[in-house]
């Protein structure tokens, strides 16, 4: 017996005039109400909503099988490995800077048929050295199209800037069959800048921050967060305190490089990364290499064995 | 009516005559009260005249110039008054541009060109009133000689362009005097637009300048705009002239029109008619292949297409270069785009303080370019104007708006206002285009553009007679009608390139200008003959 009853609004015998040119349809207050009845009668649930309540079973248990999956994972990742040891983790096995891999469609967009030109705008008062350097490991790893123009803000350039990119491709005249171009200009502005999609990516300021973006093109960030972590610590502090400070801070400098050095082959252990090419190209620009401490000098002997920066000395002057 | 009423309207009437009689009576006492009235100002402004004018003959109009004698008078132009001459008394000849009259002084300003200086003309034991007089009522444009004393000011005169100094006048002559009512005042066709309207000064429309172009051509703006003018026409040959090229010469009047009748003058010729060339390129062709390796030529070319537009007449003055080359076309495109950046940089250098001169009334960004030129593939410009939101087909001509998109967009990559756009599609170029050996839907073809429009369309040209015969068919021309050019191919011919630009855009374009009228010192469009 029903705990609370209305009292019918409406007599449900009312006689009512229906039009007779419209169609009829099939009165679903009447049909809902048996079907409704008998199933309350017979205890029994209605098939349609039967299946429905078996869909939710069965994705309640795979939202608890993926909960599950996802705690287990955030245990191995936030709790230290017994097996591995914490204090090697710095020198751990980082990935080689040219070797890793790289993906120019997922780091430079969609390629829609047309050569991808990075631009870079540089006053020719002081040239990008590190730029030049990246320019020469670019070259090895993919097809570049190389060129250098003259702003017409800017009225002569000295000879060794035009030609610092190197002799121009044989297969120049034909730009699609590069992947990559990188367009030199010599112009007045205050600080360099790179241009790459005007329409989706605002223009990268500084050298050392061009620096950045050139080198994950070579599929050159070491994974280790530590160690990536002091790769742009070196890089900042060869741009801050090395180009821009006093000559107090430059010794400062030199004398952490030096201590630094004396430990391992490079600045970030066995490998040779951005951070070697950024405070040796910005300790060759400040000038009087040959009274800079010993472990330096063996290091900027090694970078200039590597071959990479020959483009470089002869803008040293 | 009785004969008092008569007598009463007689009295009326001979007392109403009386009362116009006095009326008029008085208006003739006044007339002849002013006319007395005149005649005594008359006469004293007569004896103010005949009072000692000392200064009689240091002022004048001078007897029409008819070559009565051969003065050896050295006239210093007004661009050479600097401080440097002060304290010398020379002669100046130049038109008058404004004059004023502030009491017992006239301050004269004198133009030559695009020059200005002050001059200064007070009563004094040199100057009368009436010479003061004569020279303020002086009229605007007239062309005098002006013998005067080069005085150093203390205060910069802003307004005129020989700042330093003016003149103190000793001796004024009218060497050719103007009518009083100018069609157009200069001031007002120099005014910047903006400054116009803000003020609610008037400025003169494009129209009326073009109606009265005499005067309008005076203008600081105007002389400034021809002299560049003549500096690319200057540069365009120098430069190509060092670079080993000719200059030829080639016929306007032609018998058939090559590049599809549409868009040809038609002249009558005695007993047949002939055509106005729409440009040298048969001609220049025809000189490579009478070994002259490089050509150029500077001459007018005749388009009758009805496009009133902004950057369209329909004679103009072409500039044309067509070159033999080696082994790839981009020789010549390199050698093309090495002659607009000598112009440009002559331009930037030579020519600055007329670049100066238009920017005042028309103000805008100074002209950038690289150098090497930067060159671009059409792909790559079409893959631009997709990124940007752009919907067009790979092979689809590019619009005008387009073009100027494009030209933004790579502004604002590569900060040029110059550039190439290599490899066009083969179907939107003429039949003699060279197909692009690699890809046969695209060509060796290119288009410059100065500022997002364009300014010169080039190609490889086809070099061989089948292949051009194969081509001319398959965009359905009459053989027929092309038969010598054709033919010109028959006897060995160098594999060549070249391109034409129009004096007028490129001056408008570098200027940054908006309408080619303004280059262009007589201008033909669909509505206009004349001047």
């Given at each position: 017996?029903?705990?609370?009853k209305?009292?019918?609004?409406?007599p449900?015998?009312?006689?009512i005039?229906?039009?007779?040119?419209?169609?009829k349809?099939?009165?679903?207050h009447?049909?809902?109400?048996?079907c409704?009845?008998?199933?309350?009668?017979?205890?029994?649930?209605?098939?349609?909503?039967?299946?429905?309540e078996?869909r939710?079973?069965?994705?309640?248990?795979r939202?608890?099988e993926?909960?599950?999956?996802?705690?287990?994972?955030?245990?191995?990742v936030?709790?230290?490995d017994?097996d591995l040891?914490a204090?090697?983790?710095?020198r751990?096995p980082?990935?080689?800077v040219?070797?890793g891999?790289?993906?120019?469609d997922?780091?430079?967009?969609?390629?829609?048929?047309?050569l991808r030109?990075?631009v870079?705008?540089?006053?020719p008062a002081c040239?990008?050295?590190c730029?030049l350097?990246?320019h020469?490991l670019?070259c090895?790893?993919?097809?570049?199209l190389?060129?250098?123009h003259?702003?017409?803000?800017?009225?002569?350039?000295?000879?060794?800037l035009?030609s610092?990119l190197?002799?121009?491709h044989?297969?120049s005249?034909?730009?699609q069959r590069f992947?990559?171009?990188?367009?030199?200009?010599w112009?007045?502005?205050s600080?360099?800048q790179?241009k790459?999609?005007t329409?989706?990516?605002c223009p990268i300021?500084?050298?050392?921050n061009?620096?950045?973006?050139?080198?994950?093109?070579?599929?050159?960030?070491?994974?280790?967060?530590?160690?990536?972590?002091q790769?742009?610590?070196?890089?900042?502090?060869?741009?801050f305190?090395?180009?821009?400070?006093g000559s107090?801070?430059?010794?400062a400098v030199?004398?952490?490089?030096?201590?630094?050095?004396?430990?391992?082959?490079w600045?970030?252990g066995q490998?040779?990364?951005?951070?070697?090419?950024v405070c040796a190209c910005c300790?060759?620009?400040a000038?009087?290499?040959?009274?800079?401490?010993?472990n330096?000098q063996?290091?900027?002997?090694?970078?200039q064995n590597l071959?990479?920066?020959?483009?470089?000395?002869p803008?040293?002057? | 009516?009785?004969?008092e009423?008569?007598?009463?309207?007689?009295?009326?009437?001979q007392?109403?005559q009386?009362?116009?009689?006095?009326?008029?009576?008085q208006?003739?006492a006044?007339?002849a009260?002013k006319?007395a009235?005149?005649q005594?100002?008359?006469?004293?402004?007569q004896q103010?005249?005949?009072?000692?004018?000392?200064?009689?003959?240091?002022?004048?109009?001078c007897p029409m110039v008819q070559s009565q004698?051969?003065?050896?008078?050295?006239l210093?132009?007004?661009?050479?008054?600097?401080?440097?001459k002060?304290?010398?008394?020379?002669?100046?000849?130049?038109?008058?541009?404004?004059?004023r009259?502030?009491?017992?002084?006239?301050?004269?300003?004198?133009r030559?060109?695009?020059?200005?200086?002050?001059?200064l003309?007070?009563v004094?034991?040199?100057a009368?009133?009436?010479?003061?007089k004569f020279a303020?009522n002086?009229?605007?444009e007239s062309?005098?000689?002006?013998e005067?004393?080069v005085k150093?000011?203390?205060?910069?005169?802003e307004?005129?362009?020989?700042?330093?100094v003016?003149l103190?006048?000793?001796?004024?002559?009218v060497i050719?005097q103007s009518?009083a009512?100018l069609?157009?005042?200069?001031?007002?066709?120099?005014?910047p637009e903006?400054e116009?309207?803000?003020e609610g000064r008037?400025?003169?429309?494009?129209?009326?300048?073009l109606?009265?172009?005499?005067?309008d051509?005076?203008t600081?703006t105007?002389?400034?705009?021809?002299?560049l003018q003549s500096?690319?026409?200057?540069?365009f040959r120098?430069?190509?002239i060092?670079?080993?090229?000719?200059?030829?010469?080639?016929?306007?009047?032609i018998s058939?029109?090559?590049?599809?009748g549409?868009?040809?003058f038609?002249?009558?010729?005695?007993k047949?008619?002939a055509y106005l060339?729409?440009?040298?390129?048969?001609?220049?062709?025809?000189?490579?292949?009478a070994d002259f390796?490089?050509?150029?030529?500077v001459?007018?070319?005749?388009?009758?297409e009805?496009?009133?537009?902004?950057r369209?007449l329909?004679e103009?003055?072409?500039?044309?270069?067509?070159?033999?080359?080696n082994?790839?076309?981009?020789?010549?495109i390199?050698s093309?785009?090495?002659?607009m950046v000598?112009i440009f940089k002559?331009?930037?250098?030579?020519?600055?303080t007329e670049?100066?001169?238009?920017?005042?009334?028309?103000p805008s960004?100074?002209?950038?370019?690289?150098?090497?030129?930067?060159?671009l593939e059409?792909?790559?410009?079409?893959a631009?104007?997709?990124a940007?939101?752009?919907?067009m087909?790979?092979?689809e001509d590019?619009s005008t708006?387009?073009?100027k998109?494009?030209?933004?967009?790579?502004?604002?990559?590569?900060?040029?206002?110059?550039y190439?756009?290599?490899k066009?599609?083969?179907?939107?170029?003429?039949?003699y285009?060279?197909?692009d050996?690699?890809?046969?839907?695209?060509?060796?073809?290119?288009?410059m553009?100065?500022r997002?429009?364009e300014?010169?369309?080039?190609?490889q040209?086809i070099?061989?007679?089948q292949?051009?015969?194969?081509?001319a068919m398959h965009?359905?021309?009459d053989?027929?009608k092309?038969?010598?050019?054709?033919?010109?191919f028959?006897y060995g011919?160098?594999?060549h390139a070249?391109g034409?630009?129009?004096?007028?855009?490129v001056t408008m374009?570098y200027?940054?200008?908006h309408?080619?009228?303004?280059t262009?010192m007589?201008?033909?469009?669909?509505?206009?003959l004349t001047p």
């Open positions: 017996m029903p705990m609370y209305v009292k019918p609004v409406s449900a015998d009312i006689k005039d229906l039009p007779t040119r419209m169609y349809s099939p009165n679903i009447a049909q809902g109400m048996n409704g009845q008998h199933a309350l009668q017979n205890g029994e649930v209605d098939p349609a909503l039967k299946a429905l078996e939710q079973d069965e994705v309640l248990r939202l608890y993926i909960k599950a999956t996802v705690d287990g994972l955030a245990k191995t936030t709790t230290p017994a040891d204090s090697t983790l710095s751990g980082a990935e080689s040219f070797r891999t790289a993906d120019l997922s780091l430079l967009g969609k390629d829609l048929g047309a030109d990075i870079i705008n540089a006053s040239p990008p050295l730029l350097v990246l020469a670019l090895q790893r993919y097809q570049v190389s060129s250098v003259v702003h017409s803000s800017v009225s002569a350039v000295p000879p060794p035009l610092c190197g002799p121009r044989i297969d005249y034909a730009r992947q990559l171009g990188f367009t030199l200009i112009k007045d502005v600080e360099l790179m790459f999609n329409q989706s990516m300021e500084g050298e050392a061009v620096a950045r973006f050139l080198f994950r093109l070579l599929g050159g960030e070491p994974q280790d967060p530590v160690a990536a972590t790769m742009d610590c070196w890089i900042d502090t060869a741009v305190q090395l180009s821009e400070g107090k801070e430059r010794a030199l004398r952490s490089l030096n201590a630094a050095l004396g430990r391992s082959e600045l970030l490998e040779f990364s951005l951070a070697d090419i300790v060759l620009r000038g009087q290499t040959t009274s800079a401490p010993v330096v063996r290091w900027l002997k090694s970078c071959g990479h920066f020959d483009c470089v000395y803008l040293l002057q | 009516m009785t004969k009423n008569v007598q009463g309207a007689g009295e009326e009437e007392q109403a009386s009362k116009k009689a006095l009326k008029k009576q208006k003739e006044e007339k009260a006319k009235e005149k005594a100002k008359l006469a004293a402004e103010e005249a005949d009072e000692d004018d000392f200064a009689k003959d240091r002022y004048g109009i004698q051969k003065l050896d008078r050295a210093v132009r007004v661009q050479d008054l600097t401080p440097e002060a304290e010398q008394q020379i002669w100046v000849r130049a038109r008058i541009h404004t004059s009259a502030k009491g017992k002084q006239c301050f004269l300003v004198l030559h060109q695009q020059f200005t200086v002050q001059a003309l007070a004094g034991d040199r009368s009133k009436q010479m003061v303020a002086l009229t605007k062309i005098i000689d002006v005067a004393v150093k000011v203390e205060q910069k005169i307004s005129c362009s020989q700042q330093d003016e103190h006048v000793e001796r004024i002559f050719s009518e009512r069609p157009l005042q200069l001031e007002d066709a120099v005014r903006g116009g309207d803000e008037a400025t003169v429309n494009q129209d009326t300048r109606d009265n172009r005499v005067i051509l005076r600081t105007s002389q400034a705009i021809f002299r500096g690319v026409c200057q540069l120098d430069t190509l060092n670079k080993g090229f000719v200059e030829i010469q080639t016929p306007k009047i058939a029109a090559s590049e599809g549409a868009n040809v038609t002249v009558s010729y005695f047949t008619s060339a729409q440009s040298p390129q048969l001609y220049k062709q025809m000189c490579i292949c390796d490089k050509v150029f030529c001459g007018p070319v005749f388009r009758a009805d496009s009133n537009t902004h369209h329909t103009f003055v072409g500039l044309d270069i067509e070159m033999a080359f082994y790839h076309y981009h020789e010549v390199d093309i785009t090495d002659t000598q002559g331009l930037r250098d030579r020519l600055q670049i100066q001169t238009v920017n005042k009334q028309y960004e100074p002209f950038k370019f690289l150098e090497p030129t930067l060159r059409y792909k790559e410009a079409v631009m104007l997709k940007a939101g752009v919907e087909g790979d092979e590019l708006p387009n073009e998109l494009l030209g933004r967009l790579v502004k604002e990559k590569y900060d040029t206002d110059f190439v756009l290599d066009y599609p083969l179907a939107v170029r003429p039949f285009t060279m197909p050996p690699n890809n046969p839907k695209y060509s060796n073809s290119y288009d553009f100065m997002g429009e300014i010169l369309s080039g190609a040209r070099h061989d007679a292949l051009l015969t194969e081509r965009h359905s021309i053989l027929e092309i038969k010598a050019y054709i033919d010109s028959r011919a160098p594999p070249g034409g630009i129009g004096l007028e855009r374009l200027l940054g200008l309408n080619v009228r303004q262009s007589f201008p033909r469009d669909p509505k206009r």
